[in-house]
């Protein structure tokens, strides 16, 4: 028998409460051992999406279908699905010791007695809690981070081929989520099973996916790896929520072959000519803070494109710099300039100088239209 070519399937998935759309038309697939993301802010269909997976909801009558490693799942139970799940609330029992908690899974799997023991022990050894330490406490008597672990724990003590993940960092504190993250990345690796995430936090998702599914007002605006989003938004939303963007728009006035010429307010610049780009419509376009160049004193900058600006605010993030300038014409753009040491080396500018902005053409993405 032939290994499936994805671990799941939405081929156009369609979920309503009531006169409410918490899903609308949804495909994407994800293939076996990947770590697939859905990230959207609250209210966008990403929680409903992983519960239609897990069996928690199921599609609209008639509302596509759900596959999961080949099989049509839309009407099968969640213990029917062969899953594992970590909820964002760890769901515990806390009346069970932390080796019990563990153990359930297989108790209402009929594992014999005799296994239980050892294949606990061998969870508790993946998400590094120590058996002797930890197996006889209760989970009232752990902190946040090791009630995490024990209910990873027992998601793969049952050794499914896919895990669902619900936001489940979102009450650990900075320094263990960071870590926690790389931990989870590392068993995805190590274990080869199918890991879908949820989250609304873009760095995490950026830190620990193969590829993201963007979703927005129950749609997925876009998929791609952490590159693709990030480098390539596709849409203005895309380009707001992943990171920082800056945003122009202008008339195209001419096509040079591979590149058009948008006026802007301000002057002219280029971008690569998009698939219907076409001289004397509106286009819109989006540049990361970082694509932006200043030029430091005197030293020329190397780019394609210039506008005239005026410095409002410089603001200091540690590693970096954010300079804040008014474009001639109206708006604002954000450069992210590397600190050089403002002690040793201050930035040259100042509030109320006059400056160029610089970046290169293949720097621009130029945007479609938020879908509605």
């Not at 099968?76 to 080796?99: C, I, K, N, W």
């Not at 694509?291 to 200091?316: C, F, K, Q, W």
Request: with cysteine.
């Amino acid at each position: 028998m032939s290994t499936p070519s994805f671990a799941v399937e939405f081929t156009r998935v369609r979920k309503t409460y009531g006169s409410r759309a918490a899903v609308k038309d949804i495909s994407f697939s994800i293939r076996p051992g990947e770590f697939f993301s859905l990230l959207g802010p609250s209210g966008c269909g990403k929680s409903t999406t992983l519960r239609m997976i897990a069996g928690f909801e199921q599609p609209d009558e008639g509302g596509g279908e759900v596959r999961l490693n080949g099989k049509l799942v839309n009407h099968l139970r969640p213990y029917e699905r062969d899953l594992g799940m970590v909820f964002q609330s760890y769901a515990l029992f806390p009346h069970l010791t932390v080796a019990r908690n563990i153990a359930f899974g297989l108790e209402q799997r009929g594992v014999p007695r005799a296994q239980i023991g050892d294949r606990v022990k061998k969870a508790m050894d993946l998400v590094q809690l120590d058996g002797t330490t930890f197996g006889d406490r209760l989970p009232p008597a752990l902190s946040g981070g090791q009630r995490q672990r024990v209910a990873l724990a027992r998601a793969l003590v049952v050794e499914p081929p896919i895990l669902l993940l619900d936001e489940p960092l979102g009450a650990l504190d900075l320094k263990l989520r960071k870590q926690m993250q790389q931990e989870l990345k590392e068993l995805n690796k190590r274990l080869g099973i199918t890991f879908v995430y949820v989250t609304h936090d873009q760095e995490e998702a950026l830190t620990m996916s193969d590829r993201i599914a963007v979703m927005a007002d129950a749609r997925i605006a876009q998929v791609g790896s952490p590159a693709e989003i990030y480098e390539r938004p596709r849409t203005p939303f895309v380009a707001r929520f992943i990171g920082e963007s800056n945003f122009l728009e202008g008339d195209i006035v001419a096509d040079a072959g591979g590149r058009l010429t948008v006026r802007h307010p301000a002057g002219t610049f280029t971008v690569p000519t998009p698939p219907g780009g076409v001289v004397g419509t509106r286009i819109h376009v989006a540049l990361r803070p970082e694509r932006l160049l200043l030029p430091d004193g005197d030293a020329a900058v190397e780019g394609d494109n210039s506008l005239p600006a005026t410095i409002s605010h410089v603001i200091y993030r540690g590693e970096m710099l954010h300079v804040r300038v008014a474009v001639a014409g109206g708006g604002e753009l954000v450069v992210a300039t590397r600190n050089e040491g403002q002690l040793r080396r201050p930035m040259a500018y100042k509030p109320g100088d006059a400056v160029r902005v610089w970046w290169h053409a293949e720097d621009v993405q130029v945007l479609e239209a938020d879908p509605t």
